[in-house]
């Protein structure tokens, strides 16, 4: 009884400590658009190189079927819940419960929207020392995050009589606290990706490019066409819709050249070709909760330089079995979740799939480590 009272005394403190920290502003002020500083933590935008906007750190963020966020600290090969209540059950009404597109992190800072007590927040959240800071207060819906460099992009959706009637993308200055607001001449558009210096923007069914300040606006097709640095990459479908061929043109010259062929799934990070090669013969993997997976890669994954060269298997890795690419990453590390079912008692079957692990690896050292994260625990 002593230890339970002991529990709530220090879970208490924790909460106490949290808000005396939060810093509260209301709506961001619609500051002038300014030149952005040169930040850049990767290399420039030359010679084919393509920077990767992220800042490094020691932990990547991820989350649950359901939205409940998680961290994965690199160094160690550990993953915990954000959230550090011991009472939580770490479902619908858990605090860090965030769905997609609501989060963003810039090195070990994850910013999260969320409506509280009928506001939107913007908040963040430091993965060491787990402060949890209020950055502002919004007169309307958040959503919408995605960071680069130190640069924290969302937004904001203006609401009256419950209809949509305009959308603000802001900028979020992260080192200084400033904001900006990124004006694409389209009050209907919103963020749909930030992808090597440039911004591709969604209105409908309807995609275009601009730069960081919303400038330069482009024509932009997102199914099978990638802009990255002074490229353009295509890519062919098979008649079964998989990738069988990338493509890279030189915008100054116009000159395409093939760089893969036989490949099926791949990412781009940075001058990185992340790829994975469908197997002839389908293999299974035995689960934690002792059921099969049918995986077609076979545990493979590979990388290689954005132009074709030094393509080469990055790791082979026996229980690892693709689920799909994390959107949040952190220095030259690429997060890959992993498909893995996990004992469940609440379950009729016994078992329930999740998609809680993650595939590290590291696209300058090849480095790599699978951490897992059982959520039913």
Same mark, same amino acid.
């Given at each position: 009884?002593?230890?339970?009272?002991?529990?709530? #005394?220090? #879970?208490?403190?924790?909460? @106490?400590?949290?808000?005396?920290?939060?810093? +509260?502003?209301?709506?961001?002020?619609?500051?002038? =658009?300014?030149?952005?500083?040169?930040?850049?933590?990767?290399?420039?935008?030359?010679?084919?190189?393509?920077?990767?906007?992220?800042?490094?750190?020691? !932990?990547?963020?991820?989350?649950?079927?359901?939205?409940?966020?998680?961290?994965?600290?690199?160094?160690?090969?550990?993953?915990?819940?954000?959230?550090?209540?011991?009472?939580?059950?770490?479902? !619908?009404?858990?605090?860090?419960?965030?769905? &997609?597109?609501? !989060?963003?992190?810039?090195?070990?800072? @994850?910013?999260?929207?969320?409506?509280?007590? &009928?506001? $939107?927040? =913007?908040?963040?959240?430091?993965?060491?020392?787990?402060?949890?800071?209020?950055? @502002?207060?919004?007169?309307?819906?958040?959503?919408?995050?995605?960071?680069?460099?130190?640069?924290?992009?969302?937004?904001? =959706?203006?609401?009256?009589?419950?209809?949509?009637?305009?959308?603000?993308?802001?900028?979020?200055?992260?080192?200084? &606290?400033?904001?900006?607001?990124?004006?694409?001449?389209?009050?209907?558009?919103?963020?749909?990706?930030?992808?090597?210096?440039?911004?591709?923007?969604?209105?409908?069914?309807?995609?275009?490019?601009?730069?960081?300040?919303?400038?330069?606006?482009?024509?932009?097709?997102?199914?099978? +066409?990638?802009? $990255? &640095?002074?490229? *353009?990459?295509?890519? #062919?479908?098979?008649?079964?819709?998989?990738? *069988?061929?990338?493509?890279?043109?030189?915008?100054?010259?116009?000159?395409?050249?093939?760089?893969? +062929?036989?490949?099926?799934?791949?990412?781009?990070?940075?001058?990185?070709?992340?790829? $994975?090669?469908?197997?002839?013969?389908?293999?299974?993997?035995?689960?934690?909760?002792?059921?099969?997976?049918?995986?077609?890669?076979?545990?493979?994954?590979?990388?290689?330089?954005?132009?074709?060269?030094?393509?080469?298997? @990055?790791?082979?890795?026996?229980?690892?079995?693709?689920?799909?690419?994390?959107?949040?990453?952190?220095?030259?590390?690429?997060?890959?979740?992993?498909?893995?079912?996990?004992?469940?008692?609440?379950?009729?079957?016994?078992?329930?799939?999740?998609?809680?692990?993650?595939?590290?690896?590291?696209?300058?050292?090849?480095?790599?480590?699978?951490?897992?994260?059982?959520?039913?625990?």
């Amino acid at each position: 009884m002593k230890c339970k009272f002991l529990l709530i #005394a220090l #879970a208490a403190l924790m909460i @106490l400590l949290c808000s005396c920290g939060q810093k +509260q502003e209301q709506r961001p002020e619609r500051k002038p =658009l300014q030149t952005l500083p040169e930040r850049i933590t990767e290399s420039k935008l030359n010679y084919g190189k393509i920077e990767t906007g992220t800042v490094p750190g020691d !932990y990547v963020y991820g989350s649950t079927t359901n939205y409940v966020l998680i961290k994965y600290h690199i160094p160690s090969g550990t993953a915990t819940w954000v959230c550090q209540d011991p009472f939580c059950s770490h479902d !619908y009404h858990c605090p860090f419960r965030v769905p &997609g597109h609501r !989060y963003a992190a810039i090195g070990n800072i @994850l910013y999260y929207a969320k409506e509280i007590d &009928g506001q $939107w927040r =913007l908040r963040s959240y430091d993965g060491e020392s787990m402060k949890i800071e209020e950055i @502002l207060i919004s007169d309307g819906v958040l959503s919408r995050l995605f960071s680069y460099n130190y640069y924290l992009y969302f937004s904001e =959706l203006e609401v009256e009589d419950h209809n949509i009637i305009g959308t603000v993308i802001y900028r979020l200055d992260t080192q200084t &606290g400033t904001t900006d607001v990124i004006d694409c001449d389209d009050p209907y558009a919103t963020i749909h990706a930030i992808e090597a210096g440039r911004i591709v923007w969604e209105r409908g069914d309807k995609y275009f490019s601009t730069d960081l300040n919303g400038e330069d606006k482009r024509g932009y097709t997102p199914v099978l +066409q990638r802009e $990255w &640095g002074n490229y *353009v990459y295509t890519w #062919a479908l098979d008649a079964n819709g998989e990738y *069988v061929r990338l493509s890279r043109r030189d915008r100054s010259t116009n000159q395409e050249i093939v760089i893969a +062929q036989d490949i099926d799934w791949f990412y781009f990070y940075g001058d990185k070709v992340l790829y $994975w090669k469908r197997t002839d013969t389908p293999r299974y993997v035995t689960s934690d909760a002792g059921k099969q997976i049918k995986d077609e890669w076979g545990g493979n994954v590979y990388v290689m330089n954005s132009d074709g060269s030094d393509a080469h298997l @990055l790791c082979h890795v026996e229980e690892f079995c693709y689920g799909y690419m994390n959107p949040i990453s952190c220095g030259d590390w690429v997060g890959i979740i992993s498909q893995n079912y996990y004992p469940d008692e609440n379950d009729w079957s016994g078992a329930s799939l999740a998609l809680t692990d993650m595939l590290m690896v590291n696209v300058v050292t090849d480095e790599y480590k699978l951490i897992k994260f059982n959520s039913y625990e």
